[in-house]
């Protein structure tokens, strides 16, 4: 075990005092997992991940994309699944089954259906997610085929095996288990952008061995202050899932801070490797009339092209962070706003991580979010990759 | 005199028929100009601009941006000007005066002074306008110095003077002068980055010798279809401002179509030119609810730096644009589209100017925006532009 400092090069997260790093294969009691290569990535890379409860489905919850363009592994979650019980989950990576219309619903409820007969689950216990090419079909068989294999070779130790198999165009695995007074939180994330060039998606699997009475508003208020503060590229993906999973068996409850800082931990991770990225920064809203305002501002702030390549030009450009303020509240007055307002100073130096804010001096609302920059190689990525 | 055809190099822009174009140095009937350097861009280049009207001040009426951190000359426009009688326009560029306080209002009261003197104008009659670096204070000492000589200079052939001292980082005038039926339309624009939907730093002055009864209602339409329809990246600038006046010395009414296509070709020029462009695109939203959440839809696909550089890579990709309709519409239910929904063939195709669209297949409602691409020189433009 070592300090979860040394697993987080982040100056943003700050596990509860106490936390513990363990091996990132290891999953939080309770839970097993595996990995397999079905052929649904051309390279033969692992492309199917399944993820188990033992002893029947635990407490758990969900949150999936609200794009209006849903796939359909997202659409057969909201429509046949229990989100309070889910026993199992299963992801397929190299396909997002996304735009495949009747015939994609038929291969989510194929797979699905596999994953209960094998593991002895209803269907609506079984959470998919499916990560990739956006309006191919994908084929069922091999996947289905190997299901059962698959779920013979479930193992505590099975988290690494799982998170490769989840991943796309991710330069690496994003993982981690942390342990905090007898309670071990572990996590899988994919993702190099809120969307990749057409292969989709933000995935995040979280599993605990604490006790968690209401998983739904401990998973909301940890997404919201971790995943749906990050932007790569201001692009909301069709497939975006997370699911969250508590198996109780510690018999203690979730330190505070705990599954928050864990989720924070693995979206700035997806922010470091968004593509192309350099430098990461966090930008401070304060003096907002309130919250949600505050986010409104920090979001055009992250998503402005203008910042996002000041970041990379190392360019301390205060005037770009207030225009991008003053458009996100059109019509409204900020005029009174100059250079001593905004802190751009960082932008300029020689950290990786860096720290901005702009001060709008209406009221007491504040509010964050995490970006990366915008650089030569986000142009590569995007307009070289051919559908 | 030549075809307008000849003029505009877009496939979008259809003049009126019998419509011609003049040399764009010659002003509508009415109005003169000039421009000079004054040292306010430190290479020397034209920097001043002034334009007026010949026997007082004509019909008229303005469009300024909405940003909330609106700049100096921005705020002196709305609190001490009458829009609808505006005898002079003066622009400086190279500075625009923004986030500059209190003093930078006086300084862009001291700069309407001088031309209100100089033109025997009463202040309330000049508008101004300033472009450039955000932040710093701006000299007003050789402006004024400068305005009795440019003052004197003022000449119906002075429209090619005047474009060149309103622009920035363009990369050359973007200026037409057209004649249809006895009635002429001349117009002068500026604006290469910051370009968004609500205005951006773009600056536009049109004259025209028609017979114009309610100025503020022409400009609304010809701006709405045109400069409100257009996205370099999404920025929407703290300087906008559109100028119109019509001296009505023809004694004829303008012709249908004649400031709304004049408008159009130089919106499309200042995206043509977008920082870094090497195509343009309009993309078509048709089967909305509504008229505006077919724009808001349209805009959201215009925006999106996955379709930007899917334009600049020629890649086909019918997801990205499925995908950025999807977000904008996040909450509803476009499940049902597929790929035969979607107009992407041209992205992959040879043209510079590109047709794509969706049908959401929703209702009537339909919009369209026109949009650059997202390249290398965008990113090389705006990291190594240093403040």
Known sequence: MTPAESLTGFRWVEFPEGTEALR????????????????????????????????????????????????????????????????????????????????GMEVARQVQGAVAEALDLDPTEVAIAQTGVIGVQLDPDPVVAAVPRLADRLSPEGGGEFAEAILTTDAGTKSLTVTNGGVTVSAQAKGAGMIEPGLATML???????????????????????????????????????????????????????????????????????????????????????????????????????????????????????QAAGAALKGEDLTGLDEEAVRADELGGPDDQVEIGIDLRRGDGSGHQYFSDLTHRYIEINAEYTT
Do not use: Y
């Not at 692992?46 to 188990?52: E, F, G, T, V």
């Not at 969250?244 to 997806?270: H, K, N, R, V, W």
């Not at 505050?294 to 702030?301: C, K, M, N």
């Open 24 to 103: 990132p294969d290891r999953l939080a009691e309770g839970f097993i997992a595996a990995g397999a290569a079905v052929g649904i990535k051309e390279d033969g890379a692992p492309d199917l991940a399944l993820l188990a409860s033992v002893g029947g489905p635990p407490s758990s919850a969900m949150v999936l994309t609200t794009n209006a363009v849903a796939a359909a592994p997202v659409r057969l979650c909201r429509e046949g699944l229990d989100s309070e019980r889910i026993g199992a989950v299963v992801v397929t990576s190299g396909n997002a089954n996304c735009a495949t219309g009747e015939r």
């Open 204 to 322: 995040c699997f979280v599993q605990t061995d604490g006790v968690v009475g209401e998983p739904k508003a401990a998973l909301d208020e940890a997404v919201g202050n971790t995943f749906n503060r990050i932007s790569v590229d201001g692009q909301m993906s069709t497939n975006d899932t997370v699911v969250f999973q508590a198996s109780g068996t510690s018999g203690l409850p979730l330190p505070d801070g705990l599954l928050d800082e864990a989720l924070l931990q693995l979206a700035l991770a997806i922010v470091a490797e968004g593509e192309g990225a350099t430098r990461i920064a966090r930008v401070s809203v304060e003096g907002a009339d309130d919250p949600d305002q505050a986010d409104r501002v920090a979001r055009a702030i992250g998503n402005s092209p203008l910042v996002k390549t000041a970041l990379f030009g190392r360019d301390p450009n205060w005037g770009r962070i207030l």
